[in-house]
């Protein structure tokens, strides 16, 4: 089995899943989703992601998709269990179902959308090509919502351009990647946005700054220009799908690859603290 999917207590293969065309997910994207990395069909971190998914349930006032937060967890490590190996695990909420309206529903009862499938980690040492991108987003960004069209085009644009990821910047400071955060280190220092608004809280970019103590890394969370992309040692782009990957270009321009050793600290220690969390 690659993968399984579940929709409100039904479980069948993702392709053969359908879900009704009045889920306000189909047309406003009227939802929150998450997604986590499993090993051993273990889910890693899942706490972390739970927890934010909560957050950004509580965000836009949908309510909780399960009677409770147990029955979440349950659904959620059963579908990794069945799939075992690596993977992602992916799982949304939408407010409910119900006739096209803006206003939510009235005693709306929201609907849960999971599944999982297999998807091996990538290389962290293979270096990756980045572009900027205006950052027309909102300041909801803090909320993982199903609503992602500047990061669709986005992450389009960076992909028609040869690149592997888009580098939102907004008033001249950059914010995050289209689907990842990003970071630079210069001088064996982390800096990374400060969480707020602009960007979403991820969960790797908490871990990193984590392991970065553990490993006496020192950080500053503030924003960056791009042109302190060109100059810092290393450029970081972190997510739950892939966790590290460095950048050795942005806009056609070399950056980077300059402190391999701070990088694979860094992802080394990380590394060790998943495999024992899956093990
Ligand atoms: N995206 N910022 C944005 C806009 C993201 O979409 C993501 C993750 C992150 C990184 O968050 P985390 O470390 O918790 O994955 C930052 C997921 C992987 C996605 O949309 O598929």
């Not at 919502?145 to 990061?151: A, G, K, V, Y």
């Not at 064996?188 to 707020?196: A, L």
Request: charged share 25%.
């Amino acid at each position: 089995m690659n993968n399984i999917a579940y929709y409100n207590g039904t479980y069948a293969p993702l392709e053969e899943l359908t879900i009704p065309a009045l889920d306000r997910a189909v047309y406003f994207g009227d939802g929150v989703y998450e997604a986590a990395y499993f090993r051993n069909g273990r889910p890693f971190a899942l706490d972390d992601h739970l927890k934010r998914f909560k957050n950004s349930l509580g965000f836009v006032k949908i309510a909780y998709p399960t009677e409770s937060e147990e029955e979440l967890e349950k659904i959620l490590r059963g579908l990794c269990d069945k799939i075992g190996g690596e993977g992602i695990v992916y799982w949304q909420t939408s407010r409910a179902t119900a006739p096209r309206n803006h206003a939510f529903p009235e005693n709306a009862k929201s609907n849960l959308l999971a599944w999982a499938k297999h998807k091996p980690l990538g290389d962290f040492t293979a270096p990756i090509k980045l572009m900027t991108m205006d950052d027309i987003r909102y300041k909801m960004c803090n909320v993982k919502t199903l609503n992602l069209m500047p990061n669709i085009m986005a992450s389009q644009a960076a992909k028609e351009s040869g690149c592997d990821e888009a580098v939102f910047v907004r008033d001249g400071l950059v914010t995050e990647g289209s689907h990842s955060n990003i970071h630079i280190i210069k001088d064996k220092k982390i800096i990374t946005h400060e969480n707020g608004s602009l960007i979403l809280p991820g969960t790797v970019r908490s871990h990193l700054l984590r392991v970065a103590e553990k490993l006496g890394i020192a950080y500053e969370e503030r924003p960056f220009a791009p042109e302190e992309m060109y100059t810092a040692d290393e450029v970081l782009v972190t997510s739950a799908t892939t966790f590290f990957r460095h950048a050795c270009e942005l806009n056609g321009r070399a950056v980077g690859m300059r402190d391999n050793e701070t990088y694979m600290q860094l992802v080394g220690e990380y590394m060790q603290w998943m495999e024992r969390e899956t093990e």
